[in-house]
């Protein structure tokens, strides 16, 4: 079964076409990066995979359910979805709650926090520490720096043994150590998870980790490339998808891309 199967799939609005005729397959083994400049679709690709948006055309069908025939209610809870987008949400309409009252609701994989949910004490410890917030357990989650915020987003997701992670640009908003801090425990976080996919979301190519397997390339709302990373991060490819000319070099298992113009200079 695929872990995840769009077929034709398009997003149209007032202003026109966000996304357009998506094909895309995730089997079960590999972990997917979506990469594409701003404003190309990635996220409102995730919006549709969460069910929080309805496409206007074509087929999606998730986790073996087809969108259109399933409570997404129920089926989201096998989905943890990890975004800057949740944080603001969760900041503005769960601000005053703990971290540990949140961490704990992620087996229920809600918004906010369960008065009535018990979690086991040691994989709550256990989730707190690993992802780093352990010391901030009983701060209110309003006042945590994005990587923090981020951080508790991880732990719910871990607590939750979820069936697919969404990492919608994690590393959004933090700086380089920020950054290499929260993949290097996202990598650590993987290792302990192997069977379960990801898709990880991001517009900065140093950014995909060697656990990935596949990206897909999205360039205005469509699909430039898509297939095993090696044979997509191209320089071809990437120069179009971002609009600019790149080289790319593969550092420690990792791509960087070097913007080329003006290199003669
Ligand atoms: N509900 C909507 N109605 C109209 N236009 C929308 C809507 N949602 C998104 N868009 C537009 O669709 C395009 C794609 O947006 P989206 O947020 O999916 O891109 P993105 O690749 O995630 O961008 P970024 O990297 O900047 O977060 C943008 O031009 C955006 O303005």
Same mark, same amino acid.
């Given at each position: ?25 995730? *089997? ?27 496409? +206007?055309?074509? +087929? ?45 609701? $992620? ?8 008065? *009535? ?32 915020? !981020? ?44 069977? !379960? ?39 071809? *490819? ?23 113009? $003006?290199?003669?200079?």
């Amino acid at each position: 079964m695929a872990v995840l199967e769009m077929e034709n799939v398009s997003l149209i609005r007032s202003g026109g076409p966000i996304l357009e005729h998506i094909d895309w397959r995730i *089997n079960p083994g590999e972990s997917w990066v979506v990469m594409g400049a701003n404003g190309s679709g990635k996220t409102s690709l995730m919006t549709l995979i969460l069910g929080y948006q309805w496409p +206007t055309e074509g +087929t999606i069908t998730v986790l073996g359910a087809r969108y259109g025939r399933v409570d997404l209610r129920e089926h989201r809870k096998r989905i943890a979805w990890v975004s800057h987008h949740l944080t603001e949400w969760m900041t503005r309409d769960h601000g005053h709650q703990t971290v540990r009252d949140l961490v704990a609701a $992620g087996p229920e994989a809600i918004i906010g926090a369960s008065p *009535n949910h018990r979690p086991d004490p040691f994989a709550l410890h256990e989730a707190l520490s690993h992802f780093k917030i352990l010391e901030r357990a009983q701060t209110r989650f309003g006042i945590l720096s994005q990587g923090e915020k !981020t951080r508790v987003l991880l732990a719910r997701a871990h607590l939750a043994a979820v069936d697919l992670i969404v990492m919608d640009e994690p590393c959004s908003g933090l700086d380089i150590r920020g950054r290499e801090e929260l993949l290097a425990l996202i990598r650590d976080h993987l290792s302990q998870i192997p069977t !379960t996919p990801i898709i990880y979301v991001t517009h900065h190519v140093e950014e995909i980790m060697p656990e990935f397997t596949h990206v897909l390339l999205l360039k205005s709302g469509r699909v430039l490339a898509r297939g095993p990373k090696r044979e997509v991060l191209t320089a071809q *490819n990437l120069s179009v998808a971002l609009g600019v000319p790149v080289t790319v070099e593969i550092v420690h298992g990792r791509p960087w891309a070097r913007v080329s113009w $003006g290199a003669s200079s």
